[in-house]
């Protein structure tokens, strides 16, 4: 047996610890740059402890919004960044760190359609703090980009992007509204089952992975109809967490090998692009289990899940795939052509989505046919 586990420098969680954010950026540097997400509202106050300056990452990020944050930050002499938001703001600070002190182009460092050049210098210091529970952004070494010119989103990678600081409080998701908290919650709760279904599972990602799970099934359904449900919101926030550790050590799957194409393809959030497709992409997982590989220890991985989420211990894989499927459909997951997913698009989304880095960590490989299915389903 033989695995890596690299994660943030420090985690910070609980209730409040958002009070404790200027203390934290002031022991790094004296000018730092705080990226939000659309709204700037809630860094305010952030702001205005540290005379910072500020950068907004209202979308997902894309190439050219990274390329203008790392010029503010060197212009500014910006020696700290932090990001006060959800995942874009996150990916977005967690980028602009690393081109601000590596110069380029970000496509010089980007996976897939860029030059996958390694980052030479060690990034700016970089803290997190999320306000949604669902990306897990805060302990990953990647910011995923859109690359609007290719249709794609990809990473930026290098184990020097690990946060310094994983600074999660719960109390900063409870302003969510129910649509964002379905979303965010069904990504955290991909990031969970995909890792540890994964090619690259690993015993250490496996405990954290089986704890996330209990918590969303228990929680999410809560959050969305009660979001001031401390409790669940807690246990909600954890669960991200646990699943973006999860998630850097262990690879994701055919969920995410889609959402790369169609998340760079259109103008739809990434947790409602997985919250679409994980019915499906685990029901074609199971499927071709059953199929082609009967023994594999992720097919009974997959009947854990459904153990878990049901609450019944003679759960099968199939059940944990009708659980899910009924979740989404309590939570109002609108289907991919909602999205502006076309039937003419799908062939050219297979493709793509075929060779996309998280494709290669799926428990087993599907057929062009079985993805073409699932996509199908999804639509």
């Known amino acids: 047996m033989r695995f890596e586990f690299a994660t943030a420098t420090r985690i910070v969680f609980g209730e ?7 203390e934290l950026v002031r022991s790094f540097g004296a000018h730092p740059l705080v990226v939000t997400g659309a709204s700037t509202e809630r860094a305010a106050a952030l702001v205005s402890a540290l005379s910072a300056e500020t950068f907004a990452a209202p979308e997902e990020p894309t190439v050219d919004l990274i390329r203008e944050g790392a010029r503010h930050a060197q212009k500014s002499s910006c020696d700290v960044v932090v990001s006060l938001g959800g995942g874009s703001a996150i990916d977005a600070g967690k980028a602009i760190a690393a081109i601000a002190t590596n110069g380029g182009e970000p496509l010089d460092f980007l996976e897939v359609v860029g030059k996958g050049r390694g980052l030479v210098a060690s990034p700016l210091p970089f803290i997190a703090a999320p306000t949604t529970a669902g990306t897990g ?10 690359a609007t010119q290719h249709g794609v989103k990809a990473s930026l990678r290098s184990p020097l992007m690990l946060p310094r600081v994983a600074l999660v409080d719960p109390g900063l998701t409870y302003a969510l509204p129910p649509t964002i908290t379905a979303f965010t919650g069904l990504d955290a709760l991909t990031q969970l089952i995909e890792p540890y279904v994964s090619a690259r599972a690993n015993p250490l990602v496996d405990a954290i992975c089986l704890d996330g799970i209990g918590r969303v099934a228990g929680a999410l359904r809560r959050a969305y109809h009660d979001g001031a449900d401390q409790e669940a919101r807690r246990d909600m926030a954890l669960a991200s967490l646990f699943g973006g550790l999860a998630l850097a050590n262990a690879g994701l799957g055919v969920v995410h090998g889609f959402a790369s194409p169609l998340g760079g393809s259109g103008k739809a959030p990434h947790g409602a692009l997985c919250a679409a497709l994980l019915p499906h992409g685990m029901a074609a997982n199971v499927a071709a289990l059953r199929a082609r590989a009967p023994r594999h220890p992720a097919l009974e991985r997959y009947a854990t899940i459904a153990r878990l989420l049901t609450g019944r211990n003679e759960a099968s894989a199939e059940d944990g795939v009708d659980w899910v499927r009924a ?3 309590e939570l109002n997951i609108p289907a991919l052509r909602a999205w502006g997913v076309t039937e003419a698009d799908l062939p ?7 060779r996309a880095s998280s494709m290669q960590a799926n428990p087993l490989p599907l057929t062009g046919e ?9 639509r």
């Open 16 to 22: 409040g610890t958002s009070a404790t954010l200027p």
């Open 137 to 146: 952004s805060e302990v990953t070494r990647n910011a995923v980009l859109a």
């Open 327 to 329: 979740l989404c459909v």
């Open 348 to 354: 050219g989304i297979v493709e793509k989505a075929a």
């Open 370 to 378: 079985e993805l073409l299915a699932v996509v199908m389903a999804a």
